[in-house]
């Protein structure tokens, strides 16, 4: 289809809507939100700009999509309360993956839960508020809730804590591909160790984040687009879409189109059923969507 303008939308290039067609419920599983009334955690390494539930909603206008998970962003650290502010205000048709250390209380945890959250994210290479020795333990305490483990962090670090990731009671959910390096990423032993993981029923990974680790770049993020299809030829009901809206690490200068993003990982899925698997029903379930 002939793509037409659209509004203009903040940290996003460009103005065309995609070529790609959501289905109904189509869910952005990775997103953020800043706001400058709330501080950055002290040593904080990304500090972007403003990112408002306006200027998302504006996303999600030009993009299709109507269902939204909020990460909670490392900037942050454990201070949730933009989180639940964010997503009491889009609503029911929007979940959240919270950022908490091993000092929450399990009120604590419930109060979390009550409010839309299903995950905790933990960023660990650098190291933020969270570290790998806390994923266990935090995963005991989640599972009888129903959530998630996120961890975002180089695929050398992932693969050297293979074990862990084996051995969690709740599912683990791989941000950006899992970040494996380009060039032959598919024959990465982190790419494999995912892959493994997502066959066996233990994990997700997102595809999202096509920017992060592609040698060939825009438009078409070709390698990045050849991982993104393994992992959803392997295992597509283990597979999630997010936009990483408003692209936290290519502020200021590298902002991409979204439109592009999203044409792009339909090129990795060209089913139209298996994109609906991966933007409705994986959502659904993962984020417990009624």
Known sequence: MD???ADVVK???GTEQPNTRVP????DCHHHIYDARYPFAEGAALRPGDASIADYQALQKRIGTTRNV???PSSYGTDNRLLLESIAQFGAKARGVAVVDTEVTDAGLRKLHSAGVRGIRFNLA???ATTLAMVKPLAARIAPMDWHVQVNAPAAFL???RAIWADLPVPVVFDHLARVPQPNATQHPAFLMVRGLLQQGRAYVKLSGFYNE???GA???ADAVAVAAAYAREAPEHVLWGSDWPHPTEQPHKIPNDAVLLDAFAGAVPSEAARKSILVDNPARLYQFS
Do not use: T
Request: proline letters at 16%.
């Open 70 to 72: 909020i990460v909670q």
């Open 126 to 128: 650098p190291p933020g």
């Open 24 to 27: 109904a419920d189509a869910c």
């Open 11 to 13: 940290w996003s290039e």
């Open 219 to 221: 438009p078409g993020y």
């Open 214 to 216: 592609s040698a060939v």
């Open 159 to 161: 693969l050297e804590a």
């Open 3 to 5: 793509r037409r303008p």
